[in-house]
């Protein structure tokens, strides 16, 4: 295939259903508002375990997503900010048949496949709906449901990299434009709250009790969040073509692996330096051209302190603002990636950041402004985005501004 | 207790739960060593220490805070049994 | 059948923000903006290493395995089926896993994470290539490591919170098998792990040969892996997924064959290291092929169809064409094996691709059963093929929801020959 140059690659929708409700306009009116959307569960039993709140996608919410019920609670989200997405693109019949579907997940269908096997071995009979159950356990449900419900032809695929899931789709997405295989991409991650996964992080001790503070120099674990979220990735030159409208273009990109230990972070972040080092170089920019982090932030004490050393050589203490969506939505697992592109770029689109919530007191080992509790206007360039999944999985992505 | 029994039970969460060889384990004494980086240890990493401690939490009804600096404690079997017994006293 | 047309009315209407036309990129001007595409490397295949029912080793393993074509497929040992039911799978045996993966080290690792770092290992040592931030994973299950969830899970439903146990939680992600072998050979370029049916070994292949071509990494280990799961198995013959499926004729893995009636599971992991040519040659590496291209797309059929029978405008197998001065191939792989539907799919597919054909292509399935790393042990095979100078070689994978992939391998050729 002759290509004359190398595609920029613009975002041309978003989509999302998050811990305030469905919709971009409520993710963003919460987000600028500071409104933390950590409260008590409802929709798993926590008794006995160290932390009895998360940030769930309200009821009202979920119910009014317009899908069908017998659809698992993770499909459910993801068909309606999927649908959210590619009608914001203005890409519909037609225009959607070429485009990729990458889909960050994890948990999958878990949610119900719990369920049903909390059942059966309480009950200690075979329970009904094992079928059902286990049909859209896996992760690459969502790919599979959002690619067939909306007439997605392209290549589909389903990465799963734990908490970088979301921002690694949006990565590979990017190359596969940048490749000349497709000139669109639905790219996203979706995740919904499920038993093993809150008591995974529970019996980890990473869980806090309260609503997560990442940064607050009393931090005592991450919240967990659920949510899925979507980006329409596009090749700048197709959009324009088709008068298309973006919101931001998706500057650079990069992935890089800790190899260290399976749970715990690289103890000088030599990973997450190297992640966001790789996406300046790909976005041809100089790291003084970044005006905001949303940093990864998750409140655990070895996270954020690492993420904040890891900060400071890359970009030099001071100067960047930096905050944490996680402290507003919780951690939304396989959709945070997607969901923190997102207010990564709505950052950028509005000029205002959003704050990090719960932050009394800033841990004196992170020498930069977090941006406690209240949103702060700024006129961005650009931005990074931060995904540092369990395990030493790095993801960096770069949102530019497309015109002042 | 005794920092005998206590050692029995370490043994027993050391095999079942960081699932080490029985025969192993019933080699080990008070003065085998627990954490990586120490030459004859049992070579023990800091995920193995989150097992272990909850192990521990449930066989003897303690709490441990995972904020606290305990390396002394988890260096070898004889000073996580004195912790244990010095937890287990404190009710 | 065509996809439901999608309801406007679904999504909110976009009616504040500010998305901008794409005519402006602030102070990067698109319009001066003409960033020339980097040349992509060639990239060649340097190592394989493979745990199955039937072999573990080096690429003389996998070799010796497929000459001999003895099937590693029989009655289930790990655990017992209902009578009257799906009963055959392809299992490795424990007592040979055992000696792969030093004690120490197995203490640590689930099953699935054991087969997965010993195939890296012994991948990584045919290939003799090093680690570090150069070397790149790419991971393909169909079902991860569920033994682990089981076991998660049930040490809750047992004993409450307190029997929740944080060493086994990280292997509930699907990942796991990523990050271990991350570790074990030391790759710190980036690492992906894909969930796809039946074909995720070579989408694997593929998608790292792009990851190396591109130079986001110099070199990737690269495969698939699966794990036989007693819940799993239970699920997918109760599904009528397994052979005999919901019919008569014997139990049995018999791919392209007029009484195919389903696949037969099998268990194992198989990995190959990619590498860029020249840095291969650089280093004096053993090269056993090259992979001269590799696509992927999609065929817009349900996830559950048993019969698909759509065409592929967008064929992976024709871009490949296209691209490349191709006349014809030696050899032909597919990813068939045994699932009726499947089979007749994708032998109409290939038939439109290449022409009619009276043989089918080649399925090693009935050796090694249907698991991650079979379409792994596909582009091996493929790669010895080549080796012994059967080339072009090509190596194709389609699953039912419609995942399809394509990739070529051929002998090195000493002299040059140009890429697009």
């Known amino acids: 295939m002759t290509r004359a140059a190398l595609p920029r690659v613009v975002v041309s929708g978003l989509g999302v259903v998050s811990p305030y409700g469905a919709g971009v306009k409520s993710l963003w009116t919460g987000l600028s508002a500071g409104a933390c959307a950590i409260r008590p569960v409802t929709v798993i039993e926590t008794e006995g375990l160290r932390s009895r709140v998360a940030a769930e996608v309200p009821a009202e919410a979920l119910d009014g997503l317009g899908v069908s019920r017998r659809r698992s609670r993770a499909d459910r989200l993801a068909l309606a900010a999927a649908a959210e997405a590619l009608a914001d693109a203005g890409l519909e019949g037609r225009d959607r048949r070429p485009a990729a579907c990458l889909v960050g997940a994890v948990g999958g269908g878990m949610h119900e496949a719990e369920a049903w096997y909390w059942d059966e071995v309480r009950s200690g009979r075979p329970a009904p709906g094992r079928q059902r159950a286990l049909r859209s356990v896996l992760p690459r449900a969502h790919a599979d449901a959002v690619a067939f419900r909306f007439g997605l032809e392209g290549p589909r695929e389903t990465l799963v990299m734990a908490c970088a899931s979301g921002a690694a789709s949006i990565a590979l997405g990017a190359d596969l434009i940048r490749d000349g295989v497709v000139d669109v991409a639905l790219a996203g991650g979706v995740d919904a709250l499920t038993r093993i996964c809150f008591m995974g992080f529970n019996a980890l001790k990473l869980l806090a009790p309260e609503p997560c503070r990442p940064f607050d120099r009393d931090r005592r674990g991450m919240s967990i969040g659920e949510g899925a979220a979507f980006l329409v990735l596009e090749d700048a030159g197709r959009c324009r073509a088709r008068g298309g409208r973006a919101h931001a273009e998706l500057a650079g990109a990069a992935m890089t692996t800790d190899a260290h230990h399976v749970t715990a972070p690289h103890p000088e972040g030599e990973g997450m330096i190297r992640a966001m080092s790789l996406a300046l170089g790909c976005a041809r920019m100089a790291s003084g051209e970044i005006g905001y982090v949303n940093a990864h932030g998750t409140g655990t004490p070895q996270n954020d302190r690492i993420e904040a050393l890891a900060l400071a050589r890359v970009f030099g203490e001071g100067r960047i603002l930096v905050s944490s969506t996680k402290s507003l939505v919780g951690h939304t697992m396989a959709a945070a990636g997607s969901v923190e592109a997102l207010a990564t770029i709505l950052a950028l689109e509005h000029g205002l950041v959003p704050p990090t919530a719960n932050l009394t007191e800033i841990d004196p080992a992170v020498p930069f402004d977090c941006v406690p509790g209240t949103a702060r206007p700024a006129d961005l360039g650009a931005a990074l985005s931060n995904s540092f999944g369990f395990g030493g999985q790095n993801v960096s992505l770069i949102f530019s501004r497309l015109s002042h | 207790m005794t920092e005998k029994e206590v050692l029995d039970d370490l043994k027993t969460i050391i095999v079942e739960r960081l699932r080490f060889d029985p025969a192993r384990a019933a080699e080990m004494t008070l003065d085998t060593t627990l954490p990586k980086g120490i030459d004859g240890s049992l070579g023990l990493d800091s995920l193995d220490f989150i097992e272990l401690s909850v192990g521990i939490e449930e066989r003897f009804g303690i709490v441990i805070d995972e904020r606290e600096d305990l390396s002394d404690e988890f260096l070898s079997l004889q000073s996580l049994a004195r912790f244990v017994l010095s937890k287990s006293a404190q009710g | ?420």
């Open chain 3, 1 to 420: 059948m065509a996809p439901p047309t999608p309801q406007r009315s679904e999504a909110p209407r976009l009616s504040w923000g500010a998305p901008r036309p794409v005519d402006s990129f602030g102070d990067r001007d698109v319009a001066g903006s003409s960033e020339p595409i980097p040349p992509r490397r060639r990239v060649v295949i340097t190592g394989i290493g493979t745990v199955n029912a039937l072999t573990s080793g080096g690429a003389s393993a996998v070799a010796e395995a497929i000459a001999l074509g003895r099937s590693g497929i029989g009655p289930l040992r790990g655990f017992v089926p209902e009578p009257g039911m799906s009963g055959l799978a392809a299992e490795i045996d424990d007592a040979r896993l055992a000696a792969l993966v030093d004690p120490a080290e197995a203490r640590r690792l689930s099953r699935i994470c054991r087969f997965t770092v010993a195939a890296c290992r012994l991948a990584m040592r045919d290939s003799g290539v090093g680690s570090g931030p150069g070397l790149a994973i790419v991971v393909g299950s169909e079902h991860g490591d569920f033994r682990s969830s089981e076991e998660f899970a049930g040490g809750y439903l047992q004993r409450g919170p307190a029997g929740l146990s944080p060493m086994i939680f990280p292997n509930t992600v699907m990942n796991t098998m990523a990050s271990v072998a991350a570790i074990a050979v030391g790759a710190r370029a980036p690492s992906v792990t894909l969930n796809q049916p039946t074909i995720v070994g070579d989408l694997a292949v593929a998608r790292a040969a792009a990851i190396v071509a591109r130079g986001n990494a110099e070199a990737a280990v690269a495969g698939g892996v699966d794990e036989i799961c007693a819940l799993v198995y239970r699920h997918l013959r109760d599904l009528g997924a397994l052979s005999p499926m919901r019919g008569g004729g014997p139990e049995g893995c018999r791919p392209y064959a007029a009484d195919h009636n389903g696949p037969v599971l099998g268990e194992g992991a198989t990995f190959l290291v990619l590498e860029g040519l020249d840095a291969a040659r650089a280093r004096g590496a053993r090269i056993v092929a090259e992979l001269v291209d590799q696509a992927w797309g999609n065929v817009p059929v349900s996830a559950h169809a048993a019969r698909p029978g759509r065409p592929d405008r967008g064929s992976p197998v024709g871009r490949l064409l296209a691209a490349h001065a191709v006349s014809g191939f030696r050899c032909v792989y597919g990813a068939g094996n045994g699932d009726a539907g499947v089979d007749d799919w994708e032998r109409g597919l290939l038939a439109r691709d290449l022409g009619p054909c009276d043989a089918p292509p080649l399925s090693l399935a009935p050796l090694f059963g249907q698991h991650g790393g079979l379409g792994a042990l596909r582009v091996a095979a493929a790669a010895l093929d080549a080796a012994r100078g059967v080339s072009p070689v090509l190596v194709h994978g389609i699953a039912r929801g419609g995942c399809r992939t394509a990739l070529i391998v051929g002998s090195l050729d000493p002299g040059s020959r140009d890429h697009e």
